[in-house]
């Protein structure tokens, strides 16, 4: 307990928002751990005169896509480790019709055999890393989960309940990220040191790295993991340099800490947002509440009434998230 106190040495603020995905924000790329549904909360945190908003570890770009379709961001560097990511979205935002023609072929090929169709993707993407193939494998697969296993290999199965997008639902999110993004994005597959260390005032940099339950697992897309004390490290250098971050790292559920906090000597602004119930305390028959972690650093000036309540959208519950589901 003394280690744990320790580490949370500086008491979070504990946010009573609720936050909701913005209704008509594009989201091409399906994705387990998105923070779609947080974007709105964290996108409002921005400092008004950020010039270029860096993600280290995009993923889906769910956050880069919402400040983009809400005007807060005009110049992104997206990058990822993850290669195949990369090259989707790198088709995705200079060939939006092109790969949209090669999702719906193969999304009409597999009906009326879709499991065997959806092992002969899986198997072809092994071999070429194709990212009509990759976009198809994101939208079938069972979580929408990248995992690989020892020899590097893509190997989640299918969700069989659903076919994954309709073509025509899926080419209108590919357009739309498209159109937020062509001419205004740089794209990079590099460490995400590398990454900061390009970093400088004026920039905003949103950092979505694994959290430290995953990154020692063997099948995750960052197979060499996230070491803590390397990026508390590469967060003091930005520190010293003034550019402004925000990190979502970790969190609780109930009273179980998942991995250390950040350290308080970085003089971030931690805040916790509710994000639902446990699925698994559910089915345990309890009722714990899970909290994402937000940690701020200085130069994101904003009071205690925005990070305990949020800012209110006009939201539309019925998402187009729920169509590429």
């Not at 949370?8 to 009573?16: A, E, G, Q, R, T």
């Not at 989960?145 to 080419?171: H, Q, V």
């Not at 020692?216 to 390397?230: K, P």
Request: hydrophobic share 35%.
């Amino acid at each position: 307990m003394k280690k744990l106190a320790r580490e949370l040495d500086s008491v979070p603020i504990l946010s009573v928002a609720t936050p909701k995905p913005i209704a008509g924000v594009p989201h091409p790329i399906p994705y387990q751990g998105s923070k779609r549904q947080l974007a709105s909360y964290i996108v409002d945190l921005f400092p008004k005169d950020s010039h270029r908003l860096i993600e280290p570890f995009a993923g889906s770009a769910a956050v880069s896509l919402a400040a983009g379709h809400t005007r807060r961001i005009r110049r992104w560097l997206i990058n990822d480790l993850h290669r195949p990511l990369i090259d989707l979205w790198d088709q995705i935002i200079r060939n939006p019709e092109d790969i949209s023609d090669r999702y719906q072929k193969n999304w009409k090929a597999q009906l009326g055999n879709q499991r065997a169709y959806y092992d002969l993707v899986r198997d072809r993407f092994n071999s070429h890393h194709r990212p009509e193939d990759f976009l198809y494998l994101l939208a079938r697969c069972v979580k929408a989960a990248i995992r690989y296993n020892s020899r590097g290999e893509f190997n989640n199965s299918p969700d069989n309940r659903r076919l994954g997008a309709n073509p025509d639902t899926m080419r209108r999110h590919i357009v739309g990220a498209s159109a937020l993004l062509k001419g205004r994005c740089s794209l990079s597959s590099v460490d995400y040191r590398e990454v900061l260390e390009a970093a400088q005032p004026g920039d905003l940099v949103y950092m979505d790295p694994p959290y430290q339950g995953v990154v020692d697992t063997h099948n995750h897309r960052y197979r060499h993991g996230i070491l803590y004390d390397e990026f508390v490290t590469a967060l003091e250098r930005l520190r010293r340099k003034r550019v402004a971050f925000i990190v979502s790292y970790d969190g609780r559920t109930g009273m179980k800490y998942h991995g250390r906090a950040l350290p308080a000597c970085l003089g971030l602004t931690h805040v916790e947002i509710p994000a639902g119930r446990s699925t698994q305390s559910t089915l345990l028959g309890r009722d714990d509440s899970t909290f994402e972690s937000l940690y701020l650093s200085p130069e994101i000036e904003v009071d205690d009434h925005q990070l305990r309540h949020g800012r209110h959208h006009a939201v539309d519950t019925m998402s187009l998230f729920a169509e590429i589901a």
